[in-house]
């Protein structure tokens, strides 16, 4: 006899085995179907049905797993949520577990079994929750990860860290004394390690800042602790602030490399800046004057130790080392750039024949008029040099960075027509000219970089922006920029894109106030005359611009990925938002969410007990609604998802309310089907309905009439049972009000309604 291979029948021959006690015979039955069924909605039942036997074997892992199969298909399956959720709680996952029993208290919130699972599960993971977070259970976690021998190196970094920041809250400082806390300390000290030693002098010093009496009651412990071992605790130290010159020059030495020159260390793309972002970082977090000055100090004297009038090579490094900070701390590189023979040594470079050294000179010069408030003095040392090297120069490289030089300079009052640096109409020359640069595929990427880096400055100025929008070329080529391994560039495309949609803060101007500044005579920035015609400029096409240019439909992919329910809700919640605004976009964006399999995920989030879960996943389901595969899912016989969606609607959130009523109306006009089941699925449909068309939320209630059109359109019957009810009432009350703005699109709806009604014959006009 040969092998059965129908699935309906091997699935009720596992059913019979597993009745029987038979678990091992059942899940081969079910193994064996699963292998020749095509229908998804029979795979569900059978994957629920392997999962139940893989429960009885205490196999949870798979039980899980063949669940959330059946889940997928349909999210509101809810003996598969159920049996998810059992094998969860087996595996101590009481956070997934509980969510899931959540889900089938929503669907069935009279069953007992669940309500009881909900409550036990809740409490479990309070008492866990207790247990985590406890001061003590955390101090004590902290030390054994410290003390442990086969614990990796950056879990003991954040262990110790942790430890540093309980110490500096008294709570915690008095956690760690009570819990043995300085004796376990001093072990740490008799490690010899220096990141131990620094930890444990940090978490002491927490400990003691600001409690005399903790220090005087400890105070024999410390004196022994300081007396044992002060000379390691100065070597440490010592070590310490040794370390950190030697990182600091390190670092200053990444910045300063040139990769035109031979024997350099090996550079990315994005190197220099991340060093200088680094530097910028080691700035902020230094606690007093002192450590800047110090710091400022190792900047002055690694700078100038490379300054020698006898090697070129030396001079350009020391420039680009100061190009370095200038990008990073931009007030100490501000500080070493007015040092004596700076200044001179850039205009050495400019003069140089060496193409390499009149490319860092001319960079340093563009770094150096970052801040508008610093760049007086560039603009009257610098503007000249920049000026003679854009006109005299034949290379390409340096004539556009020179240009971009300029720019920066030229656009130095901002969007202050009035502090324009340059005479009326020299602004749009460079800017042309940085567009015939950016478009000249034959320049290497870099040198195209710096085009846009103009572009970002003069893009300021309404003329700039207004022809910039206008060159679809210019445009594209701008974008087409961002897929260069430089990643560095796209903060340039940003801020040209936004100067051009004038997308960024604008202060509210008082008019008091500027009378006030004129009595006084204090500057008054002036609008550009032309700003307003710029801010109604193609906007709609740069945004679908922008849409290609950052690989948006790349964004959907990690998005997905934090709808996992292991991931914390702020990620859900954000994820879902992203996710919402993306599916609003286009109907390719909807696809690829789609392909990404992200509906079943969106789907559970629909069931989460928390607000603005509940409420994003609606929203986003709403904007998803308008694929066919979507509305495929709601046609669907055995699933609740439009139960689901019309309790939705009956909410008393009205953000929920909106979206729930927004994906209803959708699903009504495309599938005439789904008007007609709405009736089936919950008696409680009729009464949420009239709820939705006398809402106070004119949104809604627009939302809500449009669903009654939709099924007054769909079926005869249905629409008879509509007219023969209170919803005549409402609609006749609704299309009788006077005509008003804020509630004409549901007033519109109403009369609508009332004229399918009456083409129909359901209803007569009034005769004279």
Known sequence: MGEIADPVQLKEEGNKHFQAGEIDKAIECYTKAIKFSKDKKALAVIYRNRSACFLKKENYNNAVSDATKAIDVDAADIKALYRRCQALEKLGKLDMAFKDVQRCATLEPKNKTFLETLRRLGAEIQQKLKTTFSTDSRVQNMFDILFADESDKEKQEKAANNLIVLAREDAGAERIFQNNGVPLLMQLIDTGKPDMILAAIRTLSGMCTGHRARVRNKRKEAIHLLEKDRKDMISCNVFMEMSQKTGLKKILKVCGQVPDLPDQLPLTENTQLIASVLLNKVYDDLRCDPERDNFRDVCDEYIKSKFDPNDMDKNIHAINTLSGLLQGPFDVGNVLAGRQGVMEM????????????????????IHASTKTSKASFFISNGVTLLKDMYKKTKNEKIKIRALVGLCKLGSAGGDDYSMRQFAEGSTEKLAKQCRKWLCNPTLDVRTRKWAVEGLA????????????????????????LTQSKDKTILYAVACTLVNCTNSYDKKEIIPEMVQLAKFSKQHVPEQHPKVTYTESCDVANLKSLKVQIFHIYEVVRPLVSLL????????????????????????????????????????NYMFEEHDQIRQAATECMCNLVCCKEVQDRYLEDGNDKLKLLILLCGEDDAQLQRAAAGALAMLTAAQKKLAVKITKVTGQWLEIIQRLCIHDNPEIQHRGLVTVFNMLDADEQLAKKLIECELLEILTFVAKLEDNPKKQDAINAARA????????????????
């Open 753 to 768: 309604c009332l004229s399918r009604a009456l083409d129909s014959g359901f209803i007569k006009p009034f005769s004279n």
């Open 564 to 603: 996992n329910t292991e991931r914390d809700g702020l990620e859900n919640f954000e994820a879902l938002l992203g996710l919402t605004n993306l599916a609003a976009l286009n109907d390719k964006l909807r696809v690829k969410i789609l392909k990404e399999k992200a509906l079943p995920e969106i789907e």
């Open 457 to 480: 400055y003069l893009t300021n100025d309404a003329d700039v922006k207004d022809d910039f929008v206008d060159d679809e070329a210019a445009m594209r080529a701008m974008f087409e």
């Open 346 to 365: 850039m205009v050495a470079l400019c003069g140089s024949e060496r193409e390499v050294d009149q490319l860092v000179a001319v960079e340093a010069l």
